[in-house]
């Protein structure tokens, strides 16, 4: 069983940065492509070697995911924030023959606003 656990979120005002990281137990994170997403919208994940990203059309070239596997962390470095970008952030990791099965962190709260 992996279990993902969330953290880094908090109240920011927009403009400002945070960095949130999804750290992984149970099982290596290696194995496993990882995925941020806000409630259900996809933000951005990473390949289990890291060399491949993708981001949502809202949050290029302000999000940048990133994993370190000898950690079994995976970031989310969250640069320019808006107040849309208020929302709990939670990691998934699919698994499975077809990826056809989940886990998932219990999220963490970003709030941004003045």
């Known amino acids: 069983q992996l279990q993902l656990v969330e953290s880094g979120g908090g109240l920011v005002q927009p403009g400002g940065s945070l960095r949130l990281s999804c750290a992984a137990s149970?099982?290596?994170?290696?194995?496993?492509?990882i995925a941020w997403f806000r409630h259900h919208e996809g933000v951005s994940c990473i390949s289990p070697s890291g060399?491949?990203?993708m981001y949502a059309d809202s949050v290029k070239g302000r999000f940048t995911i990133s994993r370190d596997n000898a950690k079994n962390t995976v970031y989310l470095q969250m640069n320019s924030l808006k107040p849309e970008d208020t929302g709990v952030y939670s990691c998934?990791?699919?698994?499975?023959?077809?990826?056809?099965?989940?886990?998932w962190g219990q999220g963490t709260q970003v709030a941004v606003s003045y």
């Open positions: 149970g099982k290596a994170l290696d194995h496993y492509a």
């Open positions: 060399t491949s990203t």
């Open positions: 998934h990791a699919p698994y499975g023959a077809h990826q056809q099965y989940s886990y």
